[in-house]
């Protein structure tokens, strides 16, 4: 079993053997590849850069390490912000609704916050998920120099 130790980190280094584009009018994609799972010590405090090896070619990924508290700072950041994209969300549908129900007499324009509101409606649907997800993936590892075909990847248990 894959239990989570106190202090580590749990990636894989991802080799990608085949990337293949298939379709005219719907396209169509298969990625094929393969991950090698390493276990990567946290620091006490700060960065670390780790050196790792993959285990298709050979080649040398190398990775930066941040400590337990940064990354939940860092995930609580992104959660923070999601939480907050939806409370924008909410609000300016909200006012689009109240003004966008208004009969308006003739010559009278809606308000200048109309727009924005549907402008900011349209960005918090893609940002709050997006938000959300990219704080549930951060780890606390990010990739610092690797040969083409060639990622590193959270493991989940």
Known sequence: MNRPIPGTVQIAVRHILSDTTTGVMTRTRRITWRDTQYRVRRPASGKHTVELTCSECDAAVRAEVRDEAATRR???ILRTLAALSVLVLVVAFGYAVHEGGKTLPEGQSLPVLFPVSIISIALAIFAAPMLFVMS?????VSKLDAPKLHGIMPVRN
């Open 136 to 140: 549930l993936r951060y780890n606390g």
């Open 74 to 76: 860092t995930t609580g």
